[in-house]
C-alpha cells in the first residue's frame, strides 16, 4: 500500500501538470496528500520540516544562479545579440537546415549561459519561421528545440554553465568542467543520434505530404525593432561567461581554502563556509556577473530604454523557474522519505556498480520530480557519500561521477510534468497530443547517452 502512496503522489502531480495546473500549487498538495494517507498526524511536520525546509535549501543554494542567469539572458535578447546570432547561424547553414540551425542555436545559446526557458522565447519565431518557409510540421519544432536547449549543452558538455552542471560540484568537490573526454564524446552522441532521429521524422512527414499545417495557434514573426549587431560582438558575451567560468572554478580553491570564513567587525562572530560545497557554484555566478557587464558595457543604447521592464521579466521568471524547481525538490524529498520509497531506495541500492547505480538513481528521481536539478539534488543529498565511498573502492574518479551524474539527471527528467517541456508546449501554441512524443524520444536518446559514455569510460578508461 505504501508503495501505491508513492506512485499516486507521482501520477498526480503528472496529470495535473499534464493538464496545465501550476507545479508550484500542486508539488506539496501531491507531497502532503501522500503524509496525509501515511500518517495524518505527520503532516504539519514534515510540511514545514521537510518539504518547506528542503524547497528552502534548494532557493539558499541556486537561486542566484537563477537569477543572474535570467537577467543575462533578458539583456542577451535586449541588446539584439540572440537575434544576431540566431540570424548568423541560419545565414551559414541556410533554412534547408533548419532542424540543425535550431539546435546549434539552441546549443550555443545555452552553453553560453542564457536559461532554457529564455532561449525558448528566442529561438521559436525563427524556428517557425524556417519550418513554415520549408514545410517542416510545426509539431516537431518543440522536439527539436529540446534537443538544442535541453540536452547536451544542459547537463553533458564540459564547463556549461547550467544547474545540472554545477550541482554535483557541492558534493563531489569537482568542477563544471569535470571529464572533459566523457562529456564531449557524450555530447557528440546525443547531437548524432537526435539530429538523426529528427531528420528521419521530418522525411516520414515529407513521404506522407505533410507540411507546415494550418489554424496554428501563437504564430509569431521575428521581431525586427533591435537594430542588427556583428555576430562576432553578439557571441562575445558568451565566451566570457565560458572563460571566466573555467578561470574561477581553477582558482577559487586557491583563494580561499578548504574553509572560506569572513569576520565584518573585529572580535565579532566569524562566518565560515566549506569551498568545496561553493566553489563552482561561485565560479559561474561570477561568470554570469561579467557576461553582464560585457552585455551593457556593448549593447548599453539597446538596454537602456527597456531594462526596468525587461528586468522585472528577467526576475518574474527567475522567480518561477526557481520556485518551480524548489518545489519539485521538496516534493521529490516528502516523497524519498515515505515507507513506500524504502521499495525504491532498495531496488536502486542493490545495484553493485556504483556508475550504473548513480545513472539509474538519478534519472529515476528525475523522473519522480519532474526536474533535473531537483532529482539531482535529492539523490546526492541522500547518496553522495555512498557514491563517493563505492567509487574509492572501484577506484573511479570523482570527476567521472560527476559526469554520469549530470547527464543521468537530463535523462527522465522531462516527462509530461517537467516545467520546461510545459512552457515549451505553451510558447509554442502545441498540446503533448501533438508533440510530446516526439520529445519523449529525445528524453530516450539523453537517457540512453549517460550508459554510452558508461560504457565508453570502461573500454577505454578516459574521462
Request: glycine residues 12%; charged residues 10%; neutral net charge.
Amino acid at each position: 500500500m505504501s508503495f501505491v502512496v508513492c506512485l499516486a503522489a507521482l501520477f498526480f502531480l503528472m496529470l495535473v501538470a499534464y493538464r496545465g495546473f501550476s507545479v508550484i500549487l500542486f508539488a506539496p498538495i501531491a507531497a502532503i496528500g501522500a503524509v496525509l494517507l501515511t500518517d495524518p498526524a505527520a503532516v504539519p511536520v514534515i510540511f514545514s520540516g521537510l518539504f518547506m525546509e528542503k524547497m528552502v535549501g534548494f532557493i539558499k543554494l541556486y537561486f542566484p544562479v537563477f537569477l543572474l542567469g535570467a537577467i543575462f539572458g533578458k539583456l542577451i535578447e535586449l541588446a539584439g545579440f540572440s537575434r544576431s546570432i540566431v540570424s548568423a547561424v541560419v545565414n551559414l547553414l541556410g533554412p534547408r537546415r533548419a532542424i540543425v540551425s535550431i539546435v546549434l542555436v539552441g546549443a550555443v545559446l545555452t552553453y553560453g549561459g542564457v536559461s532554457l526557458f529564455v532561449v525558448v522565447f528566442a529561438l521559436y519565431p525563427f524556428g517557425a519561421e524556417m519550418f513554415r518557409q520549408v514545410g517542416i510540421p510545426k509539431r516537431l519544432l518543440p522536439a527539436v528545440i529540446a534537443l538544442g536547449a535541453f540536452s547536451f549543452t544542459a547537463d553533458t558538455l564540459p564547463g556549461t554553465p547550467q544547474l545540472q552542471n554545477i550541482i554535483p560540484t557541492a558534493f563531489f568537490g569537482t568542477t563544471a568542467y569535470a571529464a572533459p573526454i566523457l562529456g564531449i564524446v557524450g555530447s557528440i552522441f546525443i547531437f548524432v543520434t537526435g539530429i538523426s532521429y529528427l531528420e528521419f521524422r521530418r522525411m516520414q512527414a515529407h513521404r506522407a505530404g505533410e507540411g507546415y499545417g494550418t489554424g496554428h495557434l501563437n504564430e509569431s514573426l521575428p521581431d525586427d525593432s533591435v537594430p542588427p549587431v556583428p555576430p562576432l560582438l553578439a557571441i562575445l558575451p558568451l565566451v566570457v561567461v565560458g572563460l571566466a567560468n573555467l578561470f574561477f572554478a581553477w582558482h577559487i580553491p586557491g583563494w580561499f581554502g578548504p574553509h572560506a570564513s569572513a569576520t565584518l567587525v573585529e572580535g565579532g562572530p566569524a562566518v565560515s563556509v566549506e569551498t568545496h560545497v561553493w566553489a563552482g557554484i561561485w565560479a559561474v555566478e561570477a561568470a554570469l556577473l561579467l557576461g553582464i557587464l560585457t552585455v551593457v558595457a556593448f549593447g548599453y543604447r539597446a538596454i537602456a530604454g527597456h531594462f526596468a521592464g525587461g528586468s522585472k521579466e528577467a526576475v518574474g521568471g527567475a522567480l518561477l523557474a526557481g520556485l518551480n524547481t524548489a518545489t519539485e525538490y521538496g516534493f521529490g524529498a516528502v516523497i524519498a522519505a515515505l515507507p513506500g520509497f524504502l521499495v525504491i531506495k532498495a531496488a536502486l541500492t542493490s545495484i553493485p556498480n556504483p556508475l550504473i547505480n548513480e545513472a539509474i538513481t538519478v534519472t529515476t528521481l528525475a523522473g519522480i520530480t519532474g526536474s533535473a536539478s531537483g532529482g539531482l539534488s535529492i539523490a546526492l543529498g541522500a547518496m553522495a557519500q555512498q557514491f563517493i565511498t563505492e567509487a574509492q573502492a572501484y577506484g573511479i574518479p570523482l570527476e567521472v561521477m560527476h559526469r554520469v551524474a549530470s547527464m543521468a539527471a537530463g535523462g527522465m527528467d522531462t516527462l509530461p510534468h517537467n516545467g520546461a517541456v510545459i512552457t515549451l508546449l505553451t510558447v509554442t501554441g502545441l498540446t503533448h497530443r501533438q508533440s510530446y512524443g516526439d520529445i519523449f524520444a529525445v528524453t530516450i536518446i539523453k537517457t540512453t547517452a549517460a550508459f554510452f559514455v558508461i560504457g565508453f569510460y570502461y573500454l577505454t578508461g578516459l574521462y
